[in-house]
């Protein structure tokens, strides 16, 4: 990088002063396991500090909102999945997820010639019909985020992971089937397992190709005519298609019947079921009574 005044090399700074400009961004992403990944908006590679940047991502890039004090800078980054090293598969299974991004104005004509302009780490990733979006997320967002436990009625927990417990393996916990049908987000599923479980038991679970490693969270599993049918969050179904074969996985709403009654897993529930609700909050004393959060007013109709 050559000289640089007030942030922008004079090269540059010279080249932004002409009345014709050949400028492109370029985007530089650190994946949590080290492995750096650059992409452009140009229409043909570019190249600096040994990176590659690829133009076949169909990349482009919001307008960056920025803010004074700590208050939180967001853009977005979309585009077409073109790259062979940016596979859909590796969005949805979260490898990309809080990777660090740097986003370069570059002089495309002369790319010793660039400024950093932004960084920061991934947020939400979107797909939809074969396209993706991505948030990117100022360092001021590092002070936004819940480190610590939230206290809420709900469990705060990952159904399966260390805090909850429970075993996803045993069985009752998961079924294999076969993709029937599919419209949209919604799937029909056959398969001897499924008769095992009722209706609701796979909402908040996850559908995976067999053998596959992307997940698909699942909205909602009701039965139609006798037939099976899930609905997956809106844009994660395009992988899925009839004729599948898929392991469904069942799923929790996070509440203390729901771990206790279905898994049996009540002693490791990591939420607060007995925390007072909005009802306790706007009632008044009432005399000779229990203040146990219960409605001021019910209506028995």
């Known amino acids: 990088m050559s000289a640089q005044t007030e942030g922008v090399p004079l090269d540059l700074q010279a080249h932004l002063d002409t009345a014709c400009t050949t400028l492109a961004h370029c985007w530089r992403v650190t994946r949590r396991d080290g492995q750096v990944l650059g992409f452009t908006d140009h229409d043909r590679p570019l190249q600096f500090d040994s990176v590659t940047f690829d133009p076949q991502t169909g990349a482009e890039s919001s307008e960056v909102q920025s803010r ?159 037939q099976t049918m899930v609905t997956v969050w809106a844009g994660t179904a395009v992988s899925l298609q009839p004729g599948d074969t898929v392991e469904l996985t069942v799923g929790c709403d996070k509440s203390w019947s729901t771990c206790r009654n279905r898994f049996g897993n009540g002693n490791r529930f990591r939420g607060f079921p007995h925390i007072p609700g909005n009802d306790f909050a706007m009632s008044v004393a009432k005399e000779d009574q229990i203040h146990d959060a219960s409605p001021l007013v019910v209506d028995n109709d």
């Open 68 to 226: 004074t004090g700590l208050a939180v800078d967001n853009s977005e980054i979309g585009g077409a999945l073109l790259s062979e090293g940016l596979a859909e598969d590796d969005l949805a299974a979260g490898i990309y997820d809080g990777a660090k991004v740097e986003t370069w104005l570059v002089n495309w004509a002369s790319p010793d010639q660039r400024v950093l302009i932004a960084s920061g780490h991934f947020g939400a990733i979107k797909r939809l019909d074969g396209a993706w979006q991505v948030e990117v997320r100022g360092l001021g967002d590092e002070l936004a985020q819940t480190r610590e436990r939230r206290f809420s009625r709900r469990c705060d927990a990952r159904l399966g992971d260390q805090r909850c417990g429970v075993n996803l393996s045993a069985p009752g916990r998961k079924a294999t089937a076969t993709v029937q049908s599919r419209d949209g987000t919604t799937l029909g599923l056959a398969g001897a397992q499924l008769a095992n479980f009722a209706a609701g038991s796979f909402t908040h679970g996850r559908v995976r190709r067999a053998g596959g490693a992307v997940f698909h969270d699942i909205a909602a599993h009701w039965l139609s005519a006798g």
